[in-house]
């Protein structure tokens, strides 16, 4: 049966409508979309199945019928993602001296070490006297967070203790609850600062009945963690769903990620087919056996894969006759991956690298940084323009307008079907978004930015970018002093060697500028060069 929309216009490239009453095999390319052009969009419903792959039991697929994937009505079964732990920030990259906003499945939250209580405080980026941001304040002198835009102080609680403007003999309005901030619950663990996302007070001591995933090997002193984040410029669900697939390592990540390939290749780039067998889905994640090792996601933000099962999983295996087949790991590795609804359109990766081998008392943690950006950006655009087809067509018709015939789609499909099921196809935003209006595309530059996405809120990469820009400036200036001193000089063989110091400190100047630049700022990415 037809279903025919008629003509609409397609207003701009910068407000995508979703559109959750049509399916079909029509993929209009948003390069070709015009502001105000008129498009018929007539749609046939694809005849064809959905399926997901269970890896290793049977070479022929479970067959999923396509209904199922409607949005549940069962509260019991609705995923409430006001009611669980969310990841903010490693605290290795926090500075203890000053504020730091951050924006969490759309809250904006001021992050501040309470020197007072000796912990961190995550407290709503507003001040109740104007709406400023706190994350714009200081640490006053008393160890209180402090509103610049009039002075206002306030504590670890949220109470308010000083209020300039009051006068000392007056009423004491600083103690009305109307001059409070309110605050999150928060801890630390693994290194992270994370929050409940409900300043309810009945929420107040929830780290007494519930903590956020528990993942052994990030506690494990014996082995190495790399741990970093950035910003990406497309939404939560494409994220997961991008770390998740394996398949595409070979050829959106080609000559960056090395890892064991066939014997006898198809192709340039080495792909094969990967065994994958999803245990059963439930609202709250599910987990995988793979033919080199585990996933695990953990709703709504952890991804786990690992060359070993969660503790508990070890007795329970997904496939015993697969995980026979895996010879055990020479040594332990894990990719974990914390994927942060921001906005619509905008999430962030925090994500740590976890080996028994101790290379990074050797290397500092930006030069990691360094290939690890790279391959973000490589697959950066692919994604930020797919989230844009999957919201014309809507998200909760991906299986119908996306064919993945093969197993290695399984991680995939399993995250699409939790995501329609129990997620409600979207990010719960609670009003403060329209979930299908994404931001606007930016330049390419802007798109693929380092500075702001990363360097500012990376320790590491922060301090390099700072050191490296002042060695470049000594280099130019030694290089302008040598051409003085030698022009000065009378000794032919101290001018030589001083104009010689000078040619070389002024090419070491230049190419230090492009390294900065192509490191800590913008680094583009052409497959069709690689």
Request: hydrophobic share 35%.
């Amino acid at each position: 049966m037809e279903v025919a929309l008629g003509a609409c216009t397609v207003p701009s490239l910068r407000i995508l409508k979703t559109k959750t009453q049509f399916s079909g095999p029509i993929f209009t390319s948003l390069s070709s979309l015009r502001p105000n052009s008129r498009i018929p969009l007539i749609f046939k419903p694809s005849p064809r199945k959905s399926v997901l792959f269970t890896a290793g039991v049977s070479s022929s697929p479970t067959v999923l019928p396509t209904e199922p994937e409607t949005k549940t009505d069962s509260g019991s079964e609705k995923f409430d993602w006001y009611a669980n732990w969310y990841p903010v920030m490693p605290v290795c990259d926090l500075d203890k001296r000053a504020p730091h906003g951050k924006r969490v499945v759309g809250l904006d939250l001021v992050v501040w070490w309470d020197r007072n209580e000796n912990q961190w405080k995550v407290m709503d980026d507003t001040c109740p006297h104007r709406l400023a941001p706190l994350s714009d304040g200081r640490i006053d002198q008393r160890g209180r967070l402090q509103c610049v835009y009039h002075g206002w102080c306030f504590s670890g609680s949220g109470d308010c203790k000083f209020i300039p403007q009051a006068p000392p003999d007056g009423p004491p309005v600083h103690t009305f609850k109307q001059a409070c901030v309110a605050v999150y619950p928060s801890t630390v663990q693994h290194d992270i600062i994370w929050f409940w996302p409900n300043t309810d007070p009945q929420y107040k001591n929830i780290i007494e009945k519930t903590k956020p995933p528990y993942i052994p090997e990030l506690e494990d002193p014996s082995i190495t963690k790399l741990i970093a984040s950035r910003d990406i410029p497309f939404g939560y669900d494409i994220l997961i769903e991008n770390l998740m697939d394996a398949a595409h390592v070979p050829y959106a990540h080609y000559g960056l990620m090395h890892a064991p390939g066939p014997k006898v290749k198809a192709d340039r780039e080495g792909g094969t087919p990967l065994e994958i067998n999803v245990k059963t889905i439930d609202k709250n994640g599910y987990s995988a056996l793979q033919n080199w090792g585990f996933s695990n996601f953990i709703a709504p933000c952890v991804y786990r894969a690992s060359t070993d099962p969660l503790p508990e999983k070890r007795s329970e295996s997904l496939a015993p006759d697969a995980y026979e087949k895996t010879a055990p790991p020479k040594h332990s590795l894990s990719l974990i991956f914390l994927c942060v609804p921001v906005s619509p359109g905008r999430s962030r990766i925090i994500w740590t690298i976890n080996s028994g081998l101790d290379f990074d008392k050797i290397v500092p943690r930006w030069v990691f940084h360094i290939t690890q950006n790279k391959i973000l950006d490589s697959d950066l655009n692919i994604l930020h323009v797919q989230e844009r087809k999957i919201l014309e067509r809507g998200p909760e018709n991906w299986q119908r307008e996306c064919f993945v015939p093969t197993k290695s789609d399984a991680l995939v499909v399993a995250f699409r079907r939790w995501f329609n099921k129990y997620g409600g196809s979207e990010v719960d935003w609670r009003g403060r978004f329209d979930p299908s209006l994404l931001p606007p595309t930016p330049p390419r530059e802007q798109l693929f930015d380092r500075y702001w996405s990363h360097v500012v809120n990376c320790r590491s990469c922060n301090t390099a970018y700072k050191r490296l820009n002042a060695l470049e400036v000594i280099l130019q200036i030694f290089s302008v002093a040598s051409v003085g001193i030698a022009a000065a000089s009378k000794r032919t063989a101290a001018r030589t060697g001083l104009v010689l110091a000078a040619v070389l400190c002024y090419a070491a100047s230049k190419w230090l500028s492009h390294f900065i630049y192509k490191t800590f700022r913008y680094h583009d990415y052409n497959h069709a060069l690689v």
